[in-house]
């Protein structure tokens, strides 16, 4: 069965720290795509990335990196040198082929806590 | 340009009221789809859209929860008979393409509480 694991469910952190935030995943298709979402206190869902099944190169965008490894089904996402405007709620999510329709399941969620 | 809207904010009926949901895509997306998210969850899929053909509802709990885009575009969700364990926030996301694969843009959603 498909389905995104998110074993932290809360980290706190001081300014300027590095964090990794986990995902483990589970799916039985061959082709899939990842992705991490933020969730800030104002409540909407923001994209922050898309991986394919394909593409195991880590990816960094400023002060976020991502790392992919096939091998352990985990997509990681680290914030380097974390600000109190990364407090958010993450999600990882994983599409899944079901009934000829693609669909995406996200894990429960890590809040990510960013103090002064 | 604008995102994807969804009206009311928030919501709050009597248990065995019927309440719609409305969603406002992205101009030209061809994909929307609805989920459901409780608190302290991710988002929940509910059902899918192309242009104006229902893909998938797989994701609605029951017959109570329905939902249409009759012209490819705006969509509702209905639920019928409200119940206390329909109190959530309803998400609506669009995508440029007909696949889940692609990049989701989410609207703020519809926080719908059930008294």
């Known amino acids: 069965a498909q389905k995104v694991t998110q074993a932290q469910t809360e980290i706190s952190v001081v300014e300027k720290e590095d964090v990794t935030l986990d995902c483990v995943y589970e799916t039985r298709d061959t082709t899939y795509y990842l992705f991490w979402y933020k969730q800030p206190p104002s409540g909407e869902l923001v994209f922050l990335i898309r991986r394919n099944s394909f593409d195991e190169q880590n990816e960094i965008s400023g002060r976020y990196s991502w790392n992919f490894q096939k091998s352990t089904s985990s997509f990681n996402f680290t914030i380097t040198a974390s600000q109190v405007v990364d407090s958010a709620v993450y999600f990882c999510a994983l599409t899944f082929t079901q009934g000829g329709s693609e669909k995406l399941v996200f894990g429960k969620g890590m809040k990510l806590t960013v103090n002064p | 340009g604008a995102g994807v809207s969804q009206s009311p904010r928030y919501k709050v009926t009597k248990r065995g009221q019927d309440v719609a949901l409305r969603c406002d895509p992205i101009s030209g997306h061809v994909s929307l789809y609805w989920y459901r998210q409780a608190l302290g969850q991710g988002p929940e899929f509910l059902t899918y859209f192309n242009y104006e053909a229902q893909q998938d509802k797989s994701g609605l709990p029951n017959d109570r929860f329905s939902a249409e885009r009759p012209e490819g575009s705006i969509s509702t969700l209905t639920i019928q008979r409200t119940e206390q364990r329909d109190s959530a926030m309803y998400r609506c996301?669009?995508?440029?393409?007909?696949?889940?694969?692609?990049?989701?843009?989410f609207g703020p959603g519809t926080r719908l509480t059930v008294t």
């Open positions: 996301a669009s995508s440029l393409e007909a696949k889940s694969s692609y990049e989701q843009y």
